[in-house]
T-cell receptor
Framework: AQTVTQSQPEMSVQEAETVTLSCTYD???????LFWYKQPPSRQMILVIR??????QNATENRFSVNFQKAAKSFSLKISDSQLGDAAMYFC?????????????FGTGTRLQVTL | GAVVSQHPSRVICKSGTSVKIECRSL??????MFWYRQFPKQSLMLMAT?????????EQGVEKDKFLINHASLTLSTLTVTSAHPEDSSFYIC????????????FGPGTRLLVL
């Protein structure tokens, strides 16, 4: 079974600085997708970024980028120029497409604090 | 982007009553919808997967007679908590996937259920 591990329960970053959240996963599949979701205090889950495993190029979305190391099964999220609104719980998630039965496997989350 | 709504956002009910939560995909056809439960400071726990026009698939340990799921159309899924008890109090989140990005789930804003 696939597992997703987020080893940092909490992280803190100063406003305007850069922070990296780590995520590792375990799978025997070669074709899959990885995601980072953000859950702010409102508890709305927001898609931050996604990465297709078959793409070597790291995904980027504005201030958010990933470091995808397929061989190491690592998928870290880098937040640049951190803003107060980035404070949230961040979940890493894995998806392998097995048709209608496929589902997301979530990590335990990392709580990010942004300080002035 | 893909928008998923959920209604109601909060509900308080008496023990023994049933509560229905609706999940709608507003701008895409959701071939698959998911229902999650989230306890405080924890990750999302998948309860069931529903595909339009077919019976839901429940995760191990989730009582299908307790949590009734109906996915009658490509834009609507409902979760009914039957004979609710205080231990059913929780945060329930739905998600949907479909359209061009079959592997990406988009989440509703969640429903906070309190059973007295």
């Amino acid at each position: 079974a696939q597992t997703v591990t987020q080893s940092q329960p909490e992280m803190s970053v100063q406003e305007a600085e850069t922070v990296t959240l780590s995520c590792t996963y375990d799978t025997s599949e070669s074709d899959y997708y990885l995601f980072w979701y953000k859950q702010p205090p409102s508890r709305q889950m927001i898609l931050v970024i996604r990465q297709e495993a078959y793409k070597q190029q790291n995904a980027t979305e504005n201030r958010f980028s990933v470091n995808f190391q397929k061989a190491a099964k690592s998928f870290s999220l880098k937040i640049s120029d951190s803003q107060l609104g980035d404070a949230a719980m961040y979940f890493c998630a894995y998806h392998h497409n097995t048709g209608t039965a496929s589902k997301l496997t979530f990590g335990t989350g990392t709580r990010l604090q942004v300080t002035l | 982007g893909a928008v998923v709504s959920q209604h109601p956002s909060r509900v308080i009910c008496k023990s023994g009553t049933s509560v229905k939560i609706e999940c709608r995909s507003l701008d895409f056809q959701a071939t698959t919808m998911f229902w999650y439960r989230q306890f405080p400071k924890q990750s999302l726990m998948l309860m069931a997967t529903s595909n339009e026009g077919s019976k839901a698939t429940y995760e191990q340990g989730v009582e299908k007679d307790k949590f009734l799921i109906n996915h009658a159309s490509l834009t609507l899924s409902t979760l009914t908590v039957t004979s609710a008890h205080p231990e059913d109090s929780s945060f329930y989140i739905c998600s949907a996937r479909g359209g061009r990005t079959q592997e990406t789930q988009y989440f509703g804003p969640g429903t906070r259920l309190l059973v007295l």
